[in-house]
């Protein structure tokens, strides 16, 4: 007898097992379900026909003509073989019986499937599932949901016990909830070795979510012939019938189960767990009853996953809360370190934990149960080494750091956040150990030898509880626990690299600068490498030559260049008149040929970088195909204000080639159609007139800045830019002047200018709030203030300012002041230290 490796079962070839279960027989036709091309052994007597093969028999001549006729009907609406086509109560002209019939098509094959019809008084499946769907609407949490669920379908469904099975990363699985019959021994809390369920079974349970064994001790009734023409078996992966492993029936036989039913539990396309009914006697499911199953598996799946996304909102919701009160308060602190040292114990809030430390700028600080202050060190390292720069988490420390063993009972589990991007500084959560004994459903290391099925494996015959003591492992960190760290990780690095450029000497200050341009950097490359991936993943048509494809692409990716140079040029967003100039340029080729109209008006980076591709598409498929393809072609391109501030399009073509509409639909098609609407919420109307094309489109005012021609003090400070400042270049001499501006890296350079004209101190704030606490804390002497501040804008800033006395300019992307007072001094950015200091100036000569 040799060993055998519990991973051996995955080899059993389950889905052609080659025969059926006993209450039901099958037909397998061609695809179009004429001509019979197998059955099952037992589908003569099943049917009520005469004995013999009805291999290559039409099966018109079996069924007869009206049956077939709904039969192939039934087949063309199953679309998918997961959704086979259902026809109940069929009645046969050879056979008084009625039968349930399903049918699908797979691999080549239509497979038809026979059970004899339930009574007449047998629910509906619409009833069967009202009853358990309506009954679980209500569930507050998972919990509840998965407590309930069991206790339901034993109610309706009748099987002597009803579990739910939910897998763990390993594989293994553990029974959550259970509703038996009373004199049966339970499951609950019992653990089950990944062996029990193998992997090929887990594949079938993805794809046929409804698994039913009506007796463990049945006859399988063969399928002939056994390989087709191509010396194929029939794959039976969709079919309801296929028979069961004789391993798996032996499994059941050795838990005194004689019938069973799985239904899969399926969250975001991955196997979550299996509500599994078992039954000690002989028993099968009407179709109405699985097809109430099924759908009553599917809206639980649903439920689960959104119970499980309303608990991580809500936790969110908390974080956010907290974090947010947190980052006002520090937002005040000069001292980082000491502030989160002071407010160390309020983190607990956040996370489930036994213990908390801080290690900032090598100072170590804790409360609770952590680990020796000399062991940290080698944990920092270690972490930084598992993982630099990210949050990092484990439940058994000592598995991966073996010299934590030595305090394994304070300190089990670890959840590290990063405070820095070097592996410095961590804020660490800790949990004790968490003893525990996992009652396994028989030895899961136990050996196996081989048996009469060979080294597949030959089924466990005891399921005596065997229990497992876990010692040197905490409670896990679950994905949400997670998450918020990572909440935690962004929401503090962005307080230290404040605070450090605030305080920090200019050495420091260049190098923290640049990291977080590396950063900004990171994010850009990653969000412009994803537009390019999805620009040169769309699937090529056939009738497209590789090198007019590549000028397509070139073309593409030199547009949103051109938006990602204005987007960068304008702080964040640009003009779409000088969009849309730099794109049309090339083809003024003869006066009258182009015509542009239109207001001023700008659009914030995201807007522009979608209206660059779509202006592009435009241009080139009008130099391509349209009006700019010829010299007597004209375009117009306008666009108007709407009431609600929407900017809405025109672009008309005429005098182009008689236009034809597209066969199919390209790249550029669906980016123009559909770019607007999905990452605006705006629209796109695309005509092919006969005469040129025409197409209207609508970015909402959201992403809109409809600028006034300017006129106004900014021009004034423009035009003043190239005047000496005061005395000694330094209109500040000394003063403390107020820096209001929401974006951290256009702060620090204009931080510099001020200092560079004189100011003695440059009291920087990002949003209304700080503004106002600035100034009532310290009456500044002069001001700068940006218009917009992300959702806000600083009107009640300028308000405190004017009450006060105190002189202020204005700094702004826009062409104008919008909501403001006329006649204050605007700078519009970018700007120069030399437009500054003209500014300011003017400010003190008023």
């Not at 094959?109 to 009954?135: H, K, M, Q, Y």
């Not at 607990?348 to 804790?366: F, K, V």
């Not at 977080?516 to 537009?531: A, C, D, F, P, T």
């Not at 498929?621 to 108007?640: F, V």
């Amino acid at each position: 007898m040799s060993t055998v490796d519990l991973t051996n079962c995955d080899r059993e070839p389950i889905h052609i097992p080659g025969s059926v279960q006993p209450h039901g027989c099958m037909l397998v036709c061609d695809e179009g379900a004429v001509v019979i091309r197998r059955h099952s052994v037992n589908a003569a007597e099943f049917l009520g026909l005469p004995e013999g093969s009805m291999v290559g028999r039409r099966l018109e001549d079996v069924m007869g003509g009206q049956p077939v006729h709904e039969l192939r009907n039934a087949l063309a609406r199953s679309g998918t073989p997961a959704r086979a086509g259902l026809m109940p109560k069929m009645v046969f002209p050879t056979s008084e019986q009625a039968f349930d019939v399903s049918v699908h098509r797979y691999k080549g094959n239509a497979i038809i499937e026979f059970e004899r019809s339930a009574p007449d008084g047998t629910s509906s499946p619409l009833e069967f599932a009202r009853t358990l769907v309506g009954r679980l609407s209500s569930a507050p949490n998972p919990r509840d949901l998965i407590s309930s669920a069991v206790r339901l379908l034993r109610a309706v469904l009748q099987y002597d016990r009803v579990m739910i099975y939910r897998f763990a990363a390993d594989g293994s699985g553990q029974v959550v909830s259970e509703a038996k019959r009373a004199d049966l021994e339970s499951f609950m809390g019992q653990h089950f070795p990944a062996s029990d369920i193998p992997k090929q079974a887990r594949q079938l349970y993805l794809l046929n979510p409804i698994r039913l064994v009506s007796n463990s001790s049945g006859e399988r009734f063969a399928i002939e012939p056994v390989l087709d023409d191509s010396g194929e078996p029939l794959d039976l992966s969709y079919a309801h019938l296929r028979s069961v492993s004789p391993i798996h029936c032996e499994y059941l036989r050795n838990m005194g189960v004689a019938a069973s039913m799985s239904v899969s539990i399926i969250v975001d396309g991955e196997l979550w767990g299996l509500i599994a009914c078992h039954h000690y006697t002989p028993r099968s499911m009407s179709m109405n009853q699985r097809i109430a199953a099924e759908i009553f598996g599917e809206f639980f799946a649903l439920q689960l996953s959104a119970l499980t996304q309303k608990q991580a909102l809500e936790a969110v919701d908390r974080a956010r809360a907290f974090l947010g009160n947190l980052l006002a308060s520090a937002s005040l602190s000069t001292d980082v370190a000491g502030f989160l040292r002071t407010n160390l114990g309020e983190f607990r809030q956040l996370l489930s934990c036994d213990g908390i430390g801080l290690l900032m700028e090598g100072q170590w600080s804790a409360t609770g149960s952590v680990p020796p202050a000399e062991f940290v060190p080698e944990l920092a390292g270690h972490v930084g080494m598992l993982s630099p720069g990210a949050v990092w988490s484990s439940d058994c420390l000592s598995a991966s750091l073996p010299s934590a063993s030595a305090f394994s009972a304070d300190v089990s589990g670890v959840l590290a956040v990063p405070l820095s991007q070097l592996p410095r500084d961590y804020l660490f959560f800790f949990r004790r150990e968490f003893v525990q004994t996992i009652e396994w459903g028989g030895d899961p290391n136990k050996t196996y030898t081989s048996g009469p099925l060979g080294d597949r494996l030959t089924p466990r015959q005891s399921f005596a509880v065997w229990k497992q003591t876990v010692e040197k492992r905490s409670r896990p960190w679950t994905q949400i626990e997670r998450e918020l760290a990572e909440s935690i990780r962004s929401a503090l690095v962005e307080v230290v690299l404040r605070q450090g450029e605030l305080l920090a000497e200019e050495r420091k200050k260049a190098d923290l600068r640049q990291k977080i341009l590396n950063q900004e950097l990171n994010h850009r490359v990653k969000n412009i490498l994803s537009v390019i991936k999805s620009i040169i993943s769309y699937p090529l048509g056939d009738e497209v030559e590789i090198a007019a494809y590549v000028e397509t692409i070139k073309g593409r990716i030199e547009a949103l260049s051109h938006a990602h140079d204005q987007v960068m040029r304008s702080a964040g967003g640009g003009v779409l008149r000088a969009l849309v100039e730099a794109e049309l340029g090339p083809y003024k080729t003869a006066p009258g040929r182009l015509s542009i109209e239109g207001p001023q008006v700008a659009l914030d980076a995201r807007a522009f970088s979608v209206m660059a591709l779509v202006i592009h598409e435009l241009a080139t498929n009008a130099a391509k195909y349209g009006a700019l393809s010829r010299e007597s072609g004209q375009l117009s391109l306008s666009w108007e204000r709407d009431e609600d501030g929407t900017c809405r399009l025109l672009w008309r073509e005429r005098g182009g080639p008689p236009v034809k509409v597209p066969t199919r639909e390209g790249f550029g098609s669906v980016l123009v159609s559909r770019s607007i609407p999905f990452d605006l919420g705006g629209s796109s109307e695309i005509s092919y007139l006969p005469d040129g094309v025409e197409a209207r489109l609508a970015i909402p005012a959201v992403f809109v800045t409809w600028l006034a021609m300017p006129e106004s003090a900014e021009a004034e400070a423009e035009s003043a830019a190239g005047e000496t400042p005061g005395e000694g270049g330094e209109p500040l001499a000394g003063k403390t002047v107020l820096l209001v501006e929401d974006q951290f890296l256009i702060a620090m350079e204009v931080e510099e200018m001020l200092r560079g004209l004189g100011a003695g101190e440059v009291v920087s704030c990002a949003s209304v709030r700080e503004a106002l606490a600035a100034i009532e804390r310290r009456r500044p002497e002069c001001a700068v203030l940006d218009v917009s501040l992300g959702a806000e804008n600083s009107d009640a800033v300028a308000q405190r300012l004017r009450e006060l006395g105190v002189p202020y300019i204005f700094a702004t992307g826009y062409d104008a002041v919008p909501s403001l007072e006329t006649g204050v001094p605007a700078l519009r950015k970018p700007y120069t230290r030399a437009a500054l200091a003209a500014a300011l100036g003017a400010l003190n000569r008023s």
